[in-house]
């Protein structure tokens, strides 16, 4: 059978690839004041996977590309405001984009992450856009890096190595992170598994937030973050980049090299990353075994044609992180600091392979991902004998065709499908042995007529979850679960653009996600959270029904935006330790562990996201975002726990022109943290607000015809001791006699660090 899908599969694409139509695609880049050519002005179409740079005259060329087709072009350059544009490739002509001198951050940007790529302006879906040079910083990883610069973005933390995303007060398996255009599947259940990525492997980070179901299915209610890998260069050249940085507070040394190439189609990428810490430092010393390294290998080979693309990704990804002993509780902090790491600690090992092509058919495209993923976690106790090891294999097929657009319309419909399989393979075991099957269908229709933009979708998923029976020494471990969910999700949005500066955006719509096997059928101790977890194979599907407005604008000395949002979840799933449950388990370290169990309830979200930067002279930026969330238990007429603080940060930056350097800066940053005292205090503590002072270096130096780009950058300056509200390490109980765990967040950090993008002909 899987023999006759993949030939039917190739008797479809053949045809594409033997009869498409070639096309160059020519233009020239200008200022719009002087009319003078601009060179070095990058122009990207994201929806081929290709970019190219002009020449000493401006000009730039694409060729065999589509003959048909309708994309978005996208031309930037700095010192100038970023141009967007949808050219259709079946009118043959020599494009100008004149593009306008600009100090300010530019709005229009392209989103690839949704169903038709489009700028934000004309999309509904709220997204923010982080690049590359952005995600450089005081930051200890990809996660911790948006949640300090996305409004809505939060963090769960497990120390500097451990990050799950948070948007909009909903975390663990409902955000969706996508990676090489293939949802990652992991662990992500788990309080203290992180997202198996390179930091390092972004060329831009797109985050969607609100319910993105209707693409990405069941866990994507709470958003997406989408990773972007760097697109091919034009024919004939190899792009690459070094990079490099350095943490005083916990030695965080990372490194990593990319390459890629482009010669007449044939493209090629490889990339090799490598990360080392030691325990991290608080105001009163450092955090025992809290150190980690991670090491990354990935490439990708493909080809770019006429017919459009197709790339094999490939990505291996090892990760080593220290934990706290809970036997030594009354020693939270140390002196020493190696990089050796003791036991406990996770052994994590991602191997993914990802599939991406885009076929042109006529003037429509037919998008199909493949992806396979093996996710091993082992939790080593005391030697490199796993007490825990969770070994999950994951098939996945996600396709969706883009039909020719008329008058306006642009209709789409997808299929998509993935089988998971996870096995223990150690003595100890927290979840079942699980089957997990997924499949959805949707379909979706956008209008655009003058200024207005509307679009409607509808999915309907189906989703089977069989976790096995298991019997240890006699008595059942495991009672076995066999659940079966389906449901039909809808979304509506809608855009006005007023003008140049103003545009409003609107969406409304109906999301679910099923349970997953640990929530079904946990039994046991999960190390790292000091708690026996207990699940429930009853659980029913969350249902999400939510709606969200944005207001962007942007001026001369103004740009900025200001978004609502509210989210009623129906059957809301989350673990709790009620009446302060216990139970004896003689074999593991703290012997008595409080017992959390799964439940649901009805719960309300709602908040304000905005930001708000201020131009008062070309050199100088103040920059401001602000985030808060505010969530009810409406079952229980309590707050739902483990939602982040209100959060406001403000950063004025100085960029005056200095001979010898390019896009010299000096940044002074605040970052205000509210107290979160709605918290579920039957067993959730409550945390104070606080502020941090941060500040920042940086210049871009010219090697030759390259550009070296030198930064320090330091966080927490005043050594300043806080709790954030979503650390895992905050003070709270460990067992019936109410020990504290109470670690502070890390002290004072200053990174040093420098980019080199290079280009080889």
């Not at 405001?81 to 300010?104: E, G, H, M, R, W």
Request: hydrophobic fraction near 35%.
């Amino acid at each position: 059978m899987k023999v006759k899908l993949l030939g039917s599969l190739l008797l479809l694409i053949l045809p594409v690839y033997l009869f498409a139509a070639a096309a160059a695609f020519t233009g020239k880049v200008t200022d719009a004041k002087t009319n003078e050519p601009i060179i070095g002005a990058t122009v990207t179409i994201s929806q081929l996977k290709i970019s190219t740079s002009t020449n000493a005259n401006g000009e730039f060329t694409f060729d065999r590309l589509p003959a048909r087709g309708r994309y978005v072009v996208e031309v930037r350059y700095l010192g100038y405001q970023t141009l967007v544009k949808t050219v259709d490739l079946s009118t043959p002509a020599s494009f100008n984009f004149a593009l306008t001198s600009s100090t300010i951050e530019a709005r229009e940007v392209v989103v690839t992450g949704t169903l038709i790529a489009s700028t934000s302006k004309n999309s509904s879906t709220s997204a923010a856009v982080v690049n590359k040079e952005e995600l450089q910083g005081s930051y200890t990883n990809l996660i911790d890096a948006l949640a300090k610069q996305v409004p809505g973005v939060s963090q769960i933390s497990t120390g500097p190595g451990i990050s799950k995303p948070v948007i909009r007060g909903l975390g663990y398996n409902r955000v969706v992170t996508l990676s090489d255009g293939v949802k990652q599947q992991g662990q992500q259940w788990g309080d203290e598994h992180g997202i198996e990525i390179d930091q390092y492997q972004a060329d831009k980070v797109e985050v969607l937030r609100g319910a993105a179901s209707l693409q990405y299915g069941s866990d994507a209610i709470g958003g997406v973050i989408n990773l972007v890998e760097p697109l091919a260069p034009a024919p004939g050249l190899i792009k690459g980049e070094v990079l490099s940085n350095y943490s005083t507070n916990n030695g965080l040394s990372g490194t990593s090299l990319m390459l890629t190439g482009n010669e007449n189609g044939f493209v090629w990428r490889g990339r090799g990353s490598y990360q080392n810490a030691y325990s991290f430092k608080t105001p009163n010393g450092y955090f025992p075994n809290s150190g980690y390294n991670n090491t990354n290998v990935s490439g990708m080979l493909g080809l770019n044609k006429s017919w459009g693309y197709s790339h094999l990704n490939f990505s291996y990804y090892k990760n080593n992180i220290g934990f706290f002993d809970p036997e030594s509780v009354e020693e939270l902090y140390t002196t020493e600091h190696s990089r050796t790491l003791d036991f406990p600690r996770q052994d994590i090992r991602h191997y993914k392979i990802a599939f991406n092509n885009n076929f042109v058919i006529g003037e429509g495209s037919l998008k199909v991902d493949l992806g396979y993923q093996k996710n091993q976690r082992r939790e080593l106790e005391d030697s490199a004998d796993p007490s825990l090891f969770f070994d999950l294999n994951t098939y996945s097929l996600d396709t969706k065709y883009t039909l020719p657009s008329k008058n306006g319309w642009e209709p789409v419909i997808g299929v998509s499908g993935s089988w998971g399989h996870s096995l223990n393979k150690a003595e100890e075991k927290l979840i079942p042995e699980y089957d997990a099957y997924a499949a959805g269908v949707f379909g979706f229709v956008k209008k655009t007529y003058g200024d207005n933009t509307v679009s409607a979708g509808v999915r309907y998923d189906y989703i089977k979850n069989n976790g096995k029976q298991l019997f240890e020494e006699g008595e059942e471990k495991f009672t076995g679960f066999k659940n079966t969910f389906n449901s039909i999700s809808g979304a509506l949005g809608y855009t006005h653009v007023f003008n140049d500066n103003v545009n409003f955006k609107a969406n409304a719509g109906s999301a679910f996600r099923a349970p997953n096997p640990a929530e079904l059928g946990s039994n046991g101790v999960h190390e790292g959270t000091f708690r026996y977890e207990v699940g429930n194979g009853n659980l029913s599907p969350e249902r999400s029904y939510q709606a969200d407005a944005t207001l962007e604008f942007g001026t001369g000395i103004l740009t900025g935006s200001l978004g609502v949002y509210e989210n009623y979840v129906h059957n809301f799933i989350y673990a709790s330790n009620t009446n302060n449950e216990t139970i004896e388990v003689p074999t593991e370290d703290l012997g008595k562990y409080p017992v959390y169990r799964y439940g649901q309830v009805n719960a309300n979200l709602y908040g304000a996201e905005a930001s708000l930067t201020i131009h008062p002279v070309s050199y100088l930026h103040f920059e401001n975002t602000f985030g808060y969330t505010h969530a009810q238990n409406t079952t229980l007429d309590r707050p739902l726990p483990f939602i982040p603080a209100g959060t406001m940060h403000n950063t004025l930056r100085f960029e005056p022109k200095v001979k010898g350097l390019n896009a010299f800066y000096l940044s002074l940053g605040i970052d205000n943290y509210f107290k979160q005292n709605r918290v579920d205090a039957t067993f959730e503590t409550t945390t104070a607000s606080y502020t941090l002072l941060n500040a920042g270096i940086g210049a871009t130096f010219k090697l030759g015809a390259q550009k070296l780009k030198l930064y320090v950058s330091g966080y927490n300056l005043t050594d300043k001791r806080y709790y954030d509200a979503l650390s895992r390490l905050k003070p709270g109980r460990l067992d019936q006699t109410n020990t504290a765990l109470g670690v502070y967040n890390p002290g004072r950090n200053i990174t040093f660090g420098f980019f080199l993008p290079f280009d080889i002909r």
